[in-house]
């Protein structure tokens, strides 16, 4: 190991990095088009649920249940006359749910013998579901506040939740933002790519147009080649992770209650993970397409699917939540969940940062091993 | 009739190269096969499994109620119950608790209508999407308590029905859309390189001076990757049929007249890269630049409507996000060809408009070599 | 004195998918201190892997070898520190500038600051690179490129200087430089060169050479020894043989001895049974060709015509703007001015009917590699337009004549570079073209093989076919019936060989070429 040497590695990579058009839009270019995309488009909020409130006759309470409905902003509500016009207008996409009241509304709420069907249409399950829940709570909320406005006395003494409310509350998220768990997911796939795709493709490259045959045959060690390699790409990981910080900060809004030490330390151990990722595809590929895809199937994928960012893991059948375990982003997703969100949570931090020390420790060990001078 | 045997030649070789090779053919078939049944269980937004414990402040008959309805529904794995605030902090901050339901101490007077009282319900919103389900998810449970006991004395039912997936099945939803979600990779990714490779291969000066027209061969090329691509989806249709059980209710003519406008126009956007770019490299690079973006607003991971409509707008020329939303009608609501032309009209228009954009930087390109 | 690289029984086999390549077996040889030695040998020889062996960056599968001393097992890294290293793809960072490129180099070795400067600007001036010094790797000419690697290599004064094919694809012109320029460090500085080539013709160059052979070592002799194998030979059918201008092993040259070292005997020279007549009709006619890319002028007012049966060579140095006329002529690219007719007619108007009357073998034989060989000619077949019961009587044809049947089934990538070379041939010559195009068809092959392929070419040209060809090989040009030589766009030389020989005032072609090509520029032309 030397250290001018390192140094004079360093500074080319440097350049070949900045001279590199692919380089400069997959460190900086992709995270910020990635955090936009994602950060403006991706988002779960359910608003604007077109609902049907077929009313077959009316009558006061039925209006005072349409007029709650359509006053909400989270409803864009019609009123139609038939059960057969509500679904048709949900069979041919107009609607996404139906509300149907019965006949002789008014009459049955006094007596307090009312069915009311609430439809959704459910094939896409996962907003179906919300959907159908916030129409359910509306409209419990509606009978509630119909009885207690005087009109219907009877349905006020004898439901039975009169005097009890239920209150929501979404911890670490309060206004229940999608953007604030969806941001570090992508800073997670950010680190990935320059990680570990960028990596491999690059020392890919230098295999294929045989620079590497070259530099091995100066007195160079591998050691310091791989070095080189890394101290340049951890650098742009870094930008990328600034950026995307910064663009979750002041664009989005999303909070950083953990310690920024804390946050940057985690991250680099990721980043350093990855690269050592990066480096040992590139040296069991050597070609390019072979590393591309490599990468993707064994770092890019795992982390977006498996690491629990976007589905949870524990909903998962068994057998993938056991190859969850060795994937390292989701030890990092959590890591950065809850120093975004949540605070400086030390059983957490000190749990996720001893898996990532451990894998990157073995990894940099086997990356090493690799990468011997010889082709 | 010379062009037809001309024609006919370059598509036998196209397809020779795409399915005769072994690597290739497994390359084609048994990578998406696995991202397939692999995703469809991984992609699963439903909860199964929430770790929730429940503060009872109230220690009454009422309340004990409402625990066991947490306790027997199969959603939630209801821990040792809490003893303060700080203990719920402290699970919660360490992702030991997903869910916390606060009781409050006059909950037994509240339901007898002798006092007001709110009950908490706190989930921990770190995690994705699924905090929002539980919520849903925890609130139904408390809803259906009341009513069912509400119930006992008046008769008001709030019932409901989740028409054309009776219960939520998100694989039924899943598993259709990540087969247009894998053919628009694994597809635009062979026809956006079925140029350039020639070119880097050497093979496409060759192909020049043999005497077909651009036209010639952009159709061959186009149409063998349309029968390469549709090989491809018939698998995945299978295993999405026979493995994941999904419910089919409509005509297959209409299935495969969908999946083949599908393919066209993903094919048609695939071609046009590969007329545009130089090297491999770069028509990977800009095949995932188009692809990533168009496969994360589709509709697949969030729903269309929750994005802002200038988002919505610009998805118009998505195939994928018109190809989802006609296989999930097709699949589980028997859609028919009225209700969906137009995600047809579009679909072809994407097709042809790249297709001729395709063709016309082709010739200028050939001409200009 | 010691050996510089002393390799004892080395054998290094490697295996792909179910196929075993032998690429070196049982190699022995000595290279002595400051001399140069030639590894000299076909495609596919083995030639890379045994360079590769010596430098310590592949292990062998059995035997040794020990080159400065250390042993290239144990202790590579001492190999890998002292050696100088050109790579066959020169190892240059592309996106970086020749002084860029030169002084990495030379801080990787450790180069001290004075000896930096004293020395780059010395190389620069050999190599004349000193005006590029700021220009990127990537955008360099092949020549250029070259010995650009040759100065990284160079930099830190090498005991031993190892270089992987550096003369690949180089015209006769920056060969001869580089050449020069080793002999010339190696006698001031006492260092010892390896060097592997395919080019035969290079031997003379060398103090010693190793011809290898399908992975063995045929001979290890000077280049005198190899060619009075030749002479031997060549004295007893030569008398009547040198009558005719047709024949491909003129004179006793390091190639017969090659021949003789393989075949045991020189064969007889080829010759044309049905010379070209003047009267013949012409079938090629260009006249005033000009093609542009932006300011830069790559074929300026170049006229010439071919006539049926006559083969008509185009030659030039890299950068000379043949391949740029040669794609002109094949309608790849649009001509910005000047015409060219094909049997008399407009080439632009007459795309497909061009189109459906020449051949075309291109440099890297542009097969699909991942079909099989029947696959192909079916396809190249179809692509003309033949079918059925035709079609089928062609491949037939093209497989008897040119021995292709029991390699059918196999992908035409696993075939061996010969066979490529002549499914490549029988690809273009399915549907009967009157015009046959071939670019630099001969590369990298082996002398056999090349005799093979300009056997064919003869007797396409006695039934009449026009063939136009580039090439690198001066000696190959010698079968034309009329050249042209090109320099900076422009023509500077044509007719039959003699004239040419005689216009240039050299003794053979070769020296001929460099004459008409050196003659007024000395700066080397960007492609």
Redesign the interface.
């Known amino acids: 190991m030397s250290l001018s040497?390192l140094l004079?590695?360093t500074r080319?990579e440097f350049?070949?990095l900045v001279?590199?058009p692919?380089s400069v839009?997959t460190g900086i270019l992709l995270p910020i088009?990635?955090l936009l995309?994602?950060g403006?488009?991706?988002?779960?909020?359910?608003?604007?649920i077109r609902l049907a409130i077929v009313v077959p006759e009316s009558s006061p309470t039925a209006s005072a249940i349409a007029a709650r409905f359509q006053s909400n902003g989270f409803f864009d509500a019609v009123i139609v006359r038939s059960t057969e016009e509500g679904k048709e207008l949900?069979?041919?996409?107009q609607a996404?749910a139906c509300l149907f009241l019965p006949r002789n509304l008014s009459r049955r709420?006094t007596?307090?013998?009312?069915?009311?069907?609430?439809?959704?249409?459910?094939?896409?399950?996962?907003?179906?579901?919300?959907k159908?829940?916030?129409i359910?709570?509306s409209?419990?909320n509606a009978?509630n506040k119909i009885s207690e406005s005087g009109d219907q006395q009877t349905?006020s003494?004898?439901?039975?939740?009169?005097?009890?409310?239920?209150?929501?509350?979404?911890?670490?998220?309060?206004a229940?933002r999608?953007v604030?768990?969806?941001i570090p997911?992508i800073i997670v796939v950010i680190l990935t790519i320059i990680g570990c795709l960028l990596t491999s493709i690059v020392m890919a490259r230098e295999y294929e147009?045989?620079?590497?045959?070259?530099?091995?045959?100066?007195?160079?060690?591998s050691t310091e080649i791989i070095l080189a390699k890394m101290i340049i790409n951890f650098c742009l990981g870094i930008i990328g992770l600034f950026i995307a910080l910064a663009m979750a900060r002041y664009i989005f809004g999303v909070p950083m209650r953990g310690n920024v030490f804390i946050l940057l330390f985690g991250s680099s151990l990721y980043l350093i993970m990855s690269l050592a990722i990066g480096i040992l595809i590139s040296s069991a590929a050597k070609n390019?397409?072979i590393a591309?895809s490599l990468a993707s199937?064994i770092s890019f994928l795992p982390s977006y699917?498996?690491s629990?960012?976007?589905?949870?893991i524990?909903?998962?059948?068994t057998f993938?939540q056991y190859i969850t375990l060795i994937v390292p982003a989701r030890y990092y997703v959590?890591f950065l969940?809850?120093s975004l969100?949540?605070g400086d949570?030390w059983?957490?931090i000190l749990k996720n940062c001893g898996v990532l020390i451990l894998m990157t420790v073995v990894l940099l060990f086997l990356a090493r091993l690799s990468c011997p001078?010889?082709? | 009739m010379r062009i037809l045997i001309r024609v006919y030649a370059l598509l036998i070789k196209e397809l020779c190269q795409l399915l005769t090779n072994p690597k290739v053919r497994m390359s084609l078939f048994i990578?998406p096969l696995l991202q397939l049944i692999?995703?469809g269980?991984?992609?699963?937004?439903?909860?199964?499994?929430?770790?929730c414990a429940i503060l009872d402040y109230s220690h009454s008959p009422a309340s004990r109620e409402l625990i066991s309805c947490f306790t027997g529904s199969p959603t939630f794995h209801v821990h040792e119950p809490l003893v303060n605030e700080a203990d719920m902090r402290e699970r919660?901050?360490?992702?030991a608790l997903q869910l916390a339901v606060v009781i409050p101490a006059n909950?037994q007077?509240?339901?007898?209508?002798?006092?007001?009282?709110?009950?908490?319900?706190?989930?921990?919103?770190?995690?994705?999407?699924?905090?929002?389900?539980a919520?849903?998810?925890?609130?139904?449970v408390?809803?259906n308590h009341?009513?069912e006991?509400?119930a006992k004395?008046?008769?008001?039912?709030?019932?409901?029905?989740?028409?054309?997936?009776?219960n939520?099945?998100?694989q039924?939803?899943m598993v259709p859309s990540l087969l247009a979600l894998i053919a628009l990779i694994d597809i635009m990714l062979v026809s956006a390189l079925s140029i350039v490779s020639e070119r880097e291969a050497g093979t496409f000066d060759q192909l020049r001076m043999t005497p077909y027209s651009s036209l010639e061969l952009l159709i061959a090329k186009g149409f063998s990757t349309l029968i390469a691509g549709g090989c491809q989806l018939a698998v995945g249709l299978a295993a999405a049929m026979l493995w994941f059980q999904v419910p089919f209710n409509s005509s297959y003519a209409l299935l495969t007249a969908l999946l083949l406008s599908f393919l066209g126009s993903s094919i048609g956007i695939g071609l046009l890269i590969s007329t545009l770019t130089e090297n491999?490299?770069q028509s990977?690079?800009v095949m995932y630049?188009v692809a990533?973006?168009f496969a994360?607003?589709s509709?697949m991971?969030?729903?269309l409507?929750?994005?802002?409509d200038v988002?919505q707008q610009a998805m118009i020329i998505n195939p994928m996000r018109h190809g989802i939303a006609a296989l999930?009608?097709i699949f589980?609501?028997g859609a028919t060809f009225w209700?969906l032309r137009h995600s047809f009209y579009l679909l072809w228009g994407i097709a042809v408009g790249s297709f001729t954009l395709a063709y016309f930087f082709f010739v200028h390109r050939r001409n200009d070599g | 004195m010691n050996p510089v690289i002393s390799c004892n029984h080395l054998s290094k086999t490697f295996r792909e998918s179910d196929q075993v390549i032998r690429a070196v077996q049982d190699v022995s040889f000595e290279v002595q201190p400051g001399t140069i030695t030639g590894l000299l040998g076909p495609d596919g020889a083995g030639k890379t892997t045994l360079i590769?062996c010596v430098?310590?960056?592949?292990?062998p599968d059995s035997g040794s070898v020990s080159t400065l001393g250390y042993d290239s097992v144990k202790q590579?890294?001492r190999i890998?520190?002292s050696?100088?290293?050109?790579?066959?793809?020169?190892?240059?960072?592309?996106?970086?500038t020749v002084e860029?490129n030169i002084r990495?180099?030379a801080?990787?070795?450790?180069i001290p600051k004075e000896d930096y400067e004293s020395r780059v600007p010395m190389l620069l001036e050999r190599n004349r690179l000193s005006e590029f010094t700021s220009r990127m790797a990537g955008k360099l000419s092949g020549g250029m490129k070259q010995k650009l690697a040759l100065i990284?290599?160079l930099i830190s004064r090498p005991q031993l200087m190892v270089l992987d094919e550096p003369t690949v694809g180089v015209d006769v012109l920056a060969r001869r430089e580089l050449w020069n320029i080793l002999r010339q460090t190696v006698e001031e500085e006492s260092m010892t060169v390896l060097v592997s080539t395919a080019y035969m013709d290079e031997a003379d160059y060398c103090d010693r050479t190793l011809i290898l052979f399908e992975g063995k070592l045929l001979a290890d002799k000077t280049p005198v020894e190899v060619k009075e194998l030749g002479n031997r030979q060549e004295a007893i059918g030569s008398s009547e043989a040198n009558s005719t201008a047709y024949c491909l092993l003129p004179t006793a040259s390091f190639e017969t001895g090659f021949m003789q070292l393989l075949t045991g005997s020189v064969p007889e020279p080829l010759k044309r049974n049905n010379p070209v007549d003047d009267s013949a009709p012409e079938m090629i006619r260009v006249e005033n060709l000009v093609k542009r890319f932006g300011d830069f002028t790559a074929v300026n007012r170049v006229s010439f015509s071919v006539h049926r049966g006559e083969i008509f060579g185009l030659l030039g140095a890299n950068g000379a703007g043949k391949t740029t006329t040669f794609r002109a002529m094949c309608a790849l690219s649009r001509a910005d001015e000047g015409t060219i007719l094909f049997d008399g007619k407009p080439l632009e108007k007459n795309l497909e009917y061009v189109r459906n009357n020449i051949g075309y073998v291109a440099q890297k034989f542009s097969l699909y590699g991942d079909i099989t060989v029947i696959q192909n000619l079916k396809f190249f077949g179809g692509a003309y337009g033949l079918y059925g019961k035709k079609l089928q009587e062609r491949i037939d044809w093209a497989c008897e004549t040119l021995n292709l049947t029991e390699f059918l089934k196999l992908p035409a990538a696993q075939l061996s570079m010969g066979y490529k070379r002549r499914l490549a041939m029988a690809c273009a010559l399915l549907h009967n073209p009157p015009i046959l195009f071939l670019d630099e068809a001969t590369s990298g092959a082996d002398p056999i093989a090349r005799r093979e392929f300009w056997k064919r070419i003869l007797a396409l040209a006695d039934d009449g076919v026009a063939v136009v060809i580039t090439t690198h090989f001066l000696d190959e040009a010698e079968y034309c019936d009329k050249i042209l030589i090109m320099r900076d766009g422009c023509e500077v030389a044509s007719g039959t060989v003699a004239q040419v020989i005689a216009q240039g005032n050299g003794a053979t072609l070769e020296d001929a070429f460099v004459n008409i090509v050196s003659r007024s520029s000395e700066t080397e032309a960007e492609p």
């Open positions: 040497r004079i590695l080319k350049v070949q001279r590199d692919l839009v088009m990635l995309i994602c403006f488009g991706m988002s779960t909020d359910v608003r604007n949900i069979r041919t996409h996404d709420v007596q307090a013998d009312v069915q009311i069907l609430v439809a959704v249409n459910a094939s896409n399950p996962s907003p179906g579901y919300l159908q829940s916030y359910q709570s409209l419990l009978l349905i003494r004898e439901h039975a939740s009169r005097g009890i409310e239920i209150q929501t509350r979404q911890w670490f998220n309060d229940n999608s604030y768990t969806i997911g147009q045989g620079n590497m045959e070259s530099l091995f045959v100066t007195p160079m060690k390019q397409f591309i199937f699917l498996l629990g960012f976007l589905f949870e524990k909903s998962m059948p993938l959590d969940q809850t969100l949540v949570v059983p957490n001078k010889r082709l | 990578p692999f995703l269980y991984a992609a699963t937004m439903d909860l199964k499994y929430v770790d919660i901050n360490t992702r909950y007077q509240a339901e007898m209508g002798h006092a007001k009282a709110t009950v908490q319900i706190i989930v921990d919103g770190r995690s994705a999407n699924s905090a929002g389900m919520l849903a998810y925890a609130t139904n408390v809803n009341w009513l006991k509400a004395r008046n008769r008001i039912r709030i019932e409901t029905r989740a028409w054309y997936n009776p939520f099945n998100m039924f939803f491999q490299r990977i690079i630049l990533v973006p994360m607003l509709g991971g969030t729903p409507e929750s994005m802002p988002f999930t009608r589980l609501e209700e | 590769r430098c310590g960056l592949l292990r590579s890294g890998q520190e050696v100088g290293y050109m790579p066959q793809k020169f190892g240059l960072y592309e996106n970086m860029e990495l180099y801080q990787l070795h450790g990284c290599a």
